[in-house]
Structures are given as structure tokens and as C-alpha cells.
Antibody, heavy 119, light 110 residues
Framework: EVQLLESGGGLVQPGGSLRLSCAASGFAFSRYAMNWVRQAPGKGLEWVSAISGDGARTYYADSVKGRFTISRDNSKSAVYLQMSSLRAEDTAIYYC????????????WGQGTLVTVSS | QSVLTQPPSASGTPGQRVTISCSGSSSNIGSQIVNWFQQLPGTAPKLLIYSNNQRPSGVPDRFSGSKSGTSASLAISGLQSEDEADYYCAVWDGSLNGWVFGGGTKLTVL
């Protein structure tokens, strides 16, 4: 059974930092690019960042570029999102998503972890 | 303002066929393949259509996708009450070098 389990969300003050983790199991992790997609309360989906299966290539939305860093550890089947200089508009549920590099599809989604940026 | 344009809402009665459109540009839909997702209330999104018109295992054949030029569509035939959800299109944008999502369409089954 495929599982993507996010952790690390919580309440943080504006300007603060947070590190999200996603533990994967049940599929060939290193063959999948990994993404973070977020959803602000009552809003639509917004892609945040992606990392290739081998970790060599990373991509970021303009809204987080320079503030967020994505990384992965294939030996642990885990992907991370280091978030800094957090703003109120970063408040959202953050989903970890496994992307099939062959079909270019977001095959598997985690249940999400809530990040709240507020003083 | 989303890069991909979807109608904010759609509706139909049980058994009807509804379509949801997704409009983009040459740098995304016009040159890349489209995914569609279904998000039931209070749950994570789920892949519904990939590669423009392919269904993952377990997705009923009532759901179909198509693409023409810089637009894509999701069709749902034989509408059922459990289809009431938010639907999103998504595609890689070669100019932005990132994924873009439509704003989402809330489907109501009357």
C-alpha cells in the first residue's frame, strides 16, 4: 500500500522557519519526482516545489523562491521542505505528492500537514 | 489569478453529462500533457485523469479527458451524487518552469 506521511506542520510566527518532512512507502521512491503542493484555507491548489528522482534538479514557484528549499534522501524514502522567512500568505495545508516521471502525473498524494503563520 | 482558467462552478442532475473546461496557453496546455484531480470535501486531491485522457486504475470510465490546442476538458457522464467535489486541472508550464493549476471547479449534483 502506498503511503505518504507528512509531518512538521504547526504554528509559526511571521519571519520564522519550519521544516516539513514526508515519509514515503509502498512504491519505488527514487523513480518518482516529489512535489509539495499547498492549499490555503478555502482556496485552490498551488504548486510549491519539485525535486527530480535523483535529486539533481529542483524547481520552485516564484512565490517561494529564495525562501523555501526542497531536498530528498532516497536512502530513507523521504522528502523535505525547509521553509524560512515565512509570511501569513504561506498559511496552508501542505501536501506531499509523488510524480511519476514516465507519465508526468501526480500519482500519489499525502493527507497534508497544516502550516499556520501568525503572531 | 490562475494561469489556467476553469469555471468556478458547474452543476447537473443525476444521470446527466457535465463538462469542465480548462484554458491555458502555448507554454502549458498547448505543449504539455494535462492532469485532472478530484478533491472530495475534507480530503486530499486524487488523480483522476493523466496524459490528457488516461484513467488510473480504479477510476470509473464515466470520467474522460480531452485536449485541443490550448484547452482541455473533463467530462463526467452518468452523474452521481458522489461526484460532488472540486475538480482541478494541472500541467507543466515550460515558460514558468513549474507546475500550474487551474483555480478549481466546484461541481454540484442537484
Amino acid at each position: 500500500e502506498v503511503q505518504l506521511l507528512e509531518s512538521g506542520g504547526g504554528l509559526v510566527q511571521p519571519g520564522g522557519s519550519l521544516r516539513l518532512s514526508c515519509a514515503a512507502s509502498g512504491f519505488a521512491f527514487s523513480r518518482y519526482a516529489m512535489n509539495w503542493v499547498r492549499q490555503a484555507p478555502g482556496k485552490g491548489l498551488e504548486w510549491v516545489s519539485a525535486i527530480s528522482g535523483d535529486g539533481a534538479r529542483t524547481y520552485y514557484a516564484d512565490s517561494v523562491k529564495g525562501r523555501f528549499t526542497i531536498s530528498r534522501d532516497n536512502s530513507k524514502s523521504a522528502v523535505y521542505l525547509q521553509m524560512s522567512s515565512l509570511r501569513a500568505e504561506d498559511t496552508a495545508i501542505y501536501y506531499c505528492v509523488a510524480q511519476n516521471e514516465a507519465t508526468v502525473s501526480f500519482d500519489y498524494w499525502g493527507q497534508g500537514t497544516l502550516v499556520t503563520v501568525s503572531s | 489569478q490562475s494561469v489556467l482558467t476553469q469555471p468556478p462552478s458547474a452543476s447537473g442532475t443525476p444521470g446527466q453529462r457535465v463538462t469542465i473546461s480548462c484554458s491555458g496557453s502555448s507554454s502549458n496546455i498547448g505543449s504539455q500533457i494535462v492532469n485532472w484531480f478530484q478533491q472530495l470535501p475534507g480530503t486530499a486531491p486524487k488523480l483522476l485523469i493523466y496524459s490528457n485522457n488516461q484513467r488510473p486504475s480504479g477510476v470509473p470510465d464515466r470520467f474522460s479527458g480531452s485536449k485541443s490546442g490550448t484547452s482541455a476538458s473533463l467530462a463526467i457522464s452518468g452523474l452521481q451524487s458522489e461526484d460532488e467535489a472540486d475538480y482541478y486541472c494541472a500541467v507543466w508550464d515550460g515558460s514558468l518552469n513549474g507546475w500550474v493549476f487551474g483555480g478549481g471547479t466546484k461541481l454540484t449534483v442537484l
